[in-house]
C-alpha cells in the first residue's frame, strides 16, 4: 500500500520562498506520475503541477514560472519548489499519485492516494 508524507508546509511572507517534500513509500516510486494539489480555505482542491516517470512536467497558470516540481528517484521523494509567493498561495498542500507512468488527468477523483497534506501560510 503506497504512503505518501508531505512536509516542508509553514507560515512565510509574501515574496518568500519555501520547499515542499513529499516521501513516497509502498510501491516503485519510479514507475509513477506525481502531483500536486493545495485546497484554499473554503475553496475545492485545485491540480498545481505534475510530473510523469520520464520527467515531462505541466503546470497550472496560476503557478507556472514561479512553482517548480521535481522528483528524486534515488531518494522516492517529490518536490515543488515555491518562490515569490503571496497570501493567495495559502492552502493545505497535497501530494498525490495515480496508476500511470503518465500523467493523463488533473481530476482528482483519478488520483489513487494522497497524503495528509501540509499548511502553508503567506502573510502580507
Known amino acids: 500500500q503506497v504512503e505518501l508524507v508531505e512536509s516542508g508546509g509553514t507560515s512565510v511572507q509574501t515574496g518568500g520562498s519555501l520547499r515542499l517534500s513529499c516521501a513516497f513509500s509502498?510501491?516503485?516510486?519510479?514507475?509513477?506520475?506525481m502531483a500536486w494539489f493545495r485546497q484554499p480555505p473554503g475553496k475545492e482542491r485545485e491540480p498545481l503541477a505534475r510530473?510523469?516517470?520520464?520527467?515531462?512536467?505541466a503546470y497550472a497558470d496560476s503557478v507556472k514560472g514561479r512553482f517548480t516540481i521535481s522528483r528524486d528517484n534515488d531518494k522516492n521523494t517529490l518536490y515543488l519548489q515555491m518562490n515569490s509567493l503571496t497570501p493567495a498561495d495559502t492552502a493545505m498542500y497535497y501530494c498525490?499519485?495515480?496508476?500511470?507512468?503518465?500523467?493523463?488527468?488533473?481530476?482528482?477523483?483519478?488520483?489513487?492516494?494522497w497524503g495528509q497534506g501540509t499548511q502553508v501560510t503567506v502573510s502580507s
Open positions: 498525490a499519485f495515480i496508476r500511470s507512468g503518465y500523467c493523463y488527468t488533473v481530476d482528482a477523483t483519478e488520483y489513487d492516494s
Open positions: 509502498g510501491d516503485i516510486f519510479t514507475t509513477y506520475c
Open positions: 510530473i510523469d516517470r520520464d520527467g515531462d512536467t
